[in-house]
């Protein structure tokens, strides 16, 4: 099977103190089911390697979990929390689904797009600020909406995406809870 090839490069760093907490998640799991630890091992691992899953990482998580590489890339690819590429410090994920659409999401996605200057699933130049549409954040009630690592922005406007704009420049917006 010939795989695709990316010119990213990505250092690889298991230090101790994530093996640590990798082993630590594996104690909430039956030791003979370390599959079921996948989705918690590929955030944390994710999270300690600038948010992103090079398909090396990848083989490293399935060889870390005892796993076939396929197991781990089928996972990565289906869910839109795992990055395939580099991705900005504030990634903006706008929830692209019906009750976001109808409250105009789709235009805060072009009006955001068009203020950093690059498209759905690009990167700025700096590194600052990437976007993308995903499926449902389930979070109706508060359309539209997009989340920033851990965070959800309601209720947004045009006003709020550069007042949210402003405030990644100024390092006022946490992006993990850690």
């Known amino acids: ?90 990634m903006f994920e706008f929830c692209s689904t019906s009750c976001c659409m109808l409250r105009g999401s789709d235009d805060l996605i072009d009006y955001t797009c068009v203020k950093l200057g690059i498209q759905p699933g690009q990167t700025t130049p700096d590194g600052m600020f990437s976007v993308a549409a995903v499926q449902c954040l389930g979070a109706c009630g508060y359309a539209p909406m997009m989340q920033i690592g851990d965070y959800y922005h309601e209720h947004l406007t045009p006003q709020k995406i550069d007042q949210i704009i402003e405030d990644c420049k100024a390092g006022k917006i946490i992006i993990h809870d850690k």
Do not use: C
């Open 1 to 90: 099977m010939e795989t695709k090839s990316t010119n990213y490069k990505q250092t690889i760093n298991f230090t101790p103190e994530l093996i640590t907490r990798l082993n630590e998640l594996l104690t909430h799991y039956p030791a003979d089911k370390k599959k079921s630890a996948l989705l918690p091992v590929l955030h944390e691992v994710q999270d300690a390697h600038d948010n992103w899953l090079s398909v090396e990482l990848q083989e490293k998580v399935a060889e870390f979990l005892e796993l076939k590489p396929i197991e781990v890339f089928e996972v990565v690819t289906f869910y839109t929390m795992y990055n395939q590429k580099p991705v900005g410090k504030y």
